[in-house]
């Protein structure tokens, strides 16, 4: 008895005190709320405007950061496809292109690229991001050197890093093209030549207020802009390189080399599906919710019937569903809808992903044929789709959606009302950027291998660009030695 009393008397003693100090915390502290007061008028609420700017800001530097990681997706897909002893050599480069760019682009590309100025390249703010700006000022209230972004309102560096990203895109298809032959160097080189010089003038062009944006050629995420002026360079570096040691036999036969992880290819596919998802939809540059969700939508339908119709094909021509060419379907109605995925309905984007899906398998075919060795595929994936999203905003844009490219030079496509102008603008537009791109990457290709060669010797090729290379191998445990 005595002890339940005891616990009663602990137990209301301890809420009196509990009370006791709700009550203290509750009461109002005269120094406490002048502070709250001065603070609260200080700092003014935030506006629509205000929360705008956050959302948009929050939205491009996130799907920028999904574009960042494809870098990964890129260094999967290139090492799974080649063979194991120039793994480190693919990742390395991998590696090494995305900071050699985005070196360069801070440098001079942005300025070279979205300076305002002439048609032909930015004259204006050229050095180190450095140019007059009032971002997020956006339209008639922007006060600065790049005006061609005026349409975004979110702060500079948050323009620039989502420009960075893609361009550094650019730049990783030319290595898996040119692997498994090219010296290390060579290619930093040959990086640094694309951010400064090739990327940025293509740039100003199409994104940067240039002549073809003022013509109305549309591109909206990059299938020229990225992946057609990547596949250009490529396939003037793998012209002058040459094939690999016994890729083509005598006859016209064609050897296949397998690449040494198609485990490691997959997971890269996958890793670039998924950073597709900020390629296209982060391109509107703004948390639009309607525009936002359709476009992830036309991107994946496209991915989808990529990867169908190049299974298929591949199966038919082939005699077996080859993973490599369902993995590079995929991509292909991935690069094909960069362009178009804006302008074009859901039944659209499947019938340019599947289009692109042929287009894939039936360009690796030929580039095997005319004895243009591409260990990945790359030529196949983002040059010939590339070219082929391009035409496809003259053929498949819509009138109710054209208007998202804000260029009143535009026009809807053939199929859907809007006559033959657009896509005559688009065919001038893709063939211009070619003629560019593929002179100025085979004089810096030739330049290279005039000064310092661009081709490893035929011993290292044959033991491997790890050990020749980076003095490196990706799969120690797998190289047999002998103890004597």
């Known amino acids: 008895m005595n002890r339940r009393w005891l616990v009663r008397c602990v137990l209301l003693v301890g809420a009196i005190a509990l009370l006791g100090r709700v009550a203290v915390a509750d009461a109002p502290d005269a120094t406490t709320t002048a502070a709250t007061q001065?603070?609260?008028?200080?700092?003014?609420?935030?506006?629509?405007?205000?929360?705008?700017?956050?959302?948009?800001?929050?939205?491009?530097?996130?799907?920028?950061?999904?574009?960042?990681?494809?870098?990964?997706?890129?260094?999967?897909?290139?090492?799974?496809?080649?063979?194991?002893?120039?793994?480190?050599?693919?990742?390395?480069?991998?590696?090494?292109?995305?900071?050699?760019?985005?070196?360069?682009?801070?440098?001079?590309?942005?300025?070279?690229?979205?300076?305002?100025?002439?048609?032909?390249?930015?004259?204006?703010?050229?050095?180190?991001?450095?140019?007059?700006?009032?971002?997020?000022?956006?339209?008639?209230?922007?006060?600065?050197?790049?005006?061609?972004?005026?349409?975004?309102?979110v702060p500079l560096w948050a323009k620039f890093f989502f420009q960075l990203v893609f361009a550094g895109t650019a730049a990783t298809i030319v290595s898996g093209a040119v692997a498994e032959r090219i010296k290390y160097l060579s290619f930093i080189l040959f990086s640094l030549v694309m951010a400064v010089a090739v990327y940025p003038v293509v740039g100003h062009w199409i994104w940067g207020g240039g002549w073809l944006q003022t013509r109305g050629f549309l591109d909206f995420a990059g299938s020229t802009q990225v992946h057609s002026v990547g596949g250009w360079a490529a396939l003037a570096g793998v012209v002058i390189l040459g094939p690999r040691i016994g890729k083509y036999a005598v006859g016209g036969r064609v050897n296949a080399i397998p690449g040494h992880n198609l485990s490691l290819a997959a997971i890269g596919t996958f890793v670039l599906w998924f950073g597709w998802f900020g390629f296209n939809p982060g391109s509107t540059m703004a948390a639009d919710p309607s525009a936002i969700s359709e476009i992830l939508v036309t991107t994946n339908t496209a991915a989808a019937g990529g990867a169908l119709a190049a299974t298929a094909l591949a199966w038919v021509l082939l005699g077996k569903p080859d993973l490599g060419m369902t993995l590079n379907g995929c991509l292909a109605g991935l690069v094909a809808i960069t362009a178009p995925c804006a302008?074009?309905?859901?039944?659209?984007?499947?019938?340019?992903?599947?289009?692109?899906?042929?287009?894939?398998?039936?360009?690796?075919?030929?580039?095997?044929?005319?004895?243009?060795?591409?260990?990945?595929?790359?030529?196949?994936?983002?040059?010939?789709n590339g070219v082929f999203g391009t035409i496809c905003v003259g053929l498949?844009?819509?009138?109710?959606?054209?208007?998202?490219?804000?260029?009143?030079?535009?026009?809807?496509?053939?199929?859907?009302?809007?006559?033959?102008?657009?896509?005559?603008?688009?065919?001038?537009?893709?063939?211009?950027?070619?003629?560019?791109?593929?002179?100025?990457?085979?004089?810096?290709?030739?330049?290279?291998?005039?000064?310092?060669?661009?081709?490893?010797?035929?011993?290292?090729?044959?033991?491997?660009?790890?050990?020749?290379?980076?003095?490196?191998?990706?799969?120690?445990?797998?190289?047999?030695t002998s103890i004597e």
């Open 343 to 384: 302008f074009v309905n859901v039944g659209a984007s499947l019938l340019i992903g599947v289009l692109a899906g042929v287009i894939v398998v039936s360009g690796v075919l030929f580039f095997d044929r005319v004895r243009c060795d591409d260990p990945v595929g790359a030529l196949s994936v983002h040059l010939l």
């Open 396 to 480: 498949f844009a819509t009138p109710d959606r054209i208007g998202r490219s804000g260029n009143a030079a535009a026009e809807a496509g053939l199929f859907y009302g809007g006559g033959t102008d657009q896509l005559v603008t688009q065919i001038v537009g893709a063939l211009a950027c070619a003629a560019y791109v593929a002179i100025a990457a085979t004089l810096a290709w030739l330049a290279l291998r005039a000064t310092v060669g661009i081709r490893v010797s035929a011993e290292e090729e044959l033991d491997g660009l790890d050990h020749g290379e980076h003095g490196n191998r990706a799969y120690p445990t797998f190289v047999l």
């Open 38 to 153: 001065d603070v609260s008028t200080a700092a003014p609420a935030l506006t629509l405007g205000d929360m705008k700017v956050m959302i948009d800001t929050i939205w491009v530097l996130v799907t920028a950061m999904l574009v960042f990681f494809m870098n990964l997706g890129f260094a999967c897909v290139e090492s799974g496809f080649c063979q194991a002893k120039n793994c480190v050599n693919i990742l390395s480069k991998n590696f090494v292109v995305f900071a050699v760019t985005a070196i360069g682009f801070w440098l001079i590309g942005w300025g070279l690229m979205f300076g305002d100025g002439g048609p032909f390249v930015g004259e204006r703010g050229l050095f180190m991001v450095a140019g007059a700006d009032n971002s997020p000022a956006v339209l008639d209230a922007y006060r600065g050197d790049y005006a061609a972004l005026n349409w975004t309102g």
